[in-house]
């Protein structure tokens, strides 16, 4: 945890509402960005990032600061992400559907990098919420098996079990579908 965030909530724990405001301000994107990932609503990102920091406000006297706050902002914004979609079932997605038109098939063979990155948030808004979590979690932010084990919950030899087969599944759906290799996009 950086200096500038323990200070921040120490100053928020004196009852500094401005510091408050700065440390939403800071980490807003964080959180709708994970929450995107889950619900792939824009809406619904907002409202559960506006409902991660009430959280944040009210239980940050739990905060212990064992792990980076960024990584404890991921977990609660995780958690209520995936709660969401299970009591809102218009978001359970299926597999990959092999008929999706990612995009013109003139552009599939030269994508360039801002197609590649449009394909890849295309392919995980049709994963499950939580398999979509943890390819934006370990590719998009950079996070290590361990932060998305603290995030998740779930175990490390899980994480990555799955994190292969997702890969394999993203692999074969660009291989076979879109012809593209997995590689030029992670």
């Given at each position: 945890?950086?200096?500038s965030?323990?200070?921040?909530?120490?100053?928020?724990?004196?009852?500094?509402?401005?510091?408050?405001?700065?440390?939403?301000?800071?980490?807003?994107?964080?959180?709708?960005?994970?929450?995107?990932?889950?619900?792939?609503?824009?809406?619904?990102?907002?409202?559960?990032?506006?409902?991660?920091?009430?959280k944040?406000?009210?239980?940050?006297?739990?905060?212990?600061?064992?792990?980076?706050?960024?990584?404890?902002?991921?977990?609660?914004?995780?958690?209520?992400?995936?709660?969401?979609?299970?009591?809102?079932?218009?978001?359970?997605?299926?597999?990959?559907?092999?008929?999706?038109?990612?995009?013109?098939?003139?552009?599939?063979?030269?994508?360039?990098?801002?197609?590649?990155?449009?394909?890849l948030?295309?392919?995980?808004?049709?994963?499950?919420?939580?398999?979509?979590?943890?390819?934006?979690?370990?590719?998009?932010?950079?996070?290590?098996i361990?932060?998305?084990?603290?995030?998740t919950?779930?175990?490390?030899?899980?994480?990555?079990?799955?994190?292969?087969?997702?890969?394999?599944?993203?692999?074969?759906?660009?291989?076979?579908?879109?012809?593209?290799?997995?590689?030029?996009?992670?």
């Amino acid at each position: 945890m950086t200096s500038s965030d323990q200070d921040l909530l120490a100053q928020i724990r004196k009852g500094n509402q401005a510091a408050f405001g700065q440390l939403v301000e800071k980490y807003k994107s964080y959180s709708f960005t994970v929450a995107l990932r889950i619900v792939h609503s824009r809406e619904d990102a907002e409202e559960i990032a506006q409902d991660v920091f009430v959280k944040i406000y009210h239980m940050l006297h739990t905060f212990q600061g064992a792990s980076s706050f960024k990584t404890w902002l991921y977990a609660i914004t995780y958690r209520t992400a995936i709660d969401y979609t299970r009591r809102n079932r218009k978001h359970q997605h299926d597999s990959l559907d092999p008929g999706l038109s990612l995009s013109d098939p003139a552009q599939q063979h030269n994508p360039g990098q801002d197609h590649l990155k449009q394909m890849l948030h295309a392919l995980l808004a049709r994963l499950k919420p939580a398999d979509a979590a943890l390819i934006t979690f370990f590719y998009l932010e950079d996070l290590s098996i361990r932060e998305i084990s603290e995030i998740t919950g779930m175990g490390s030899n899980n994480i990555k079990t799955r994190l292969f087969r997702l890969r394999e599944q993203l692999r074969h759906t660009l291989e076979n579908d879109y012809q593209l290799k997995l590689n030029d996009l992670l």
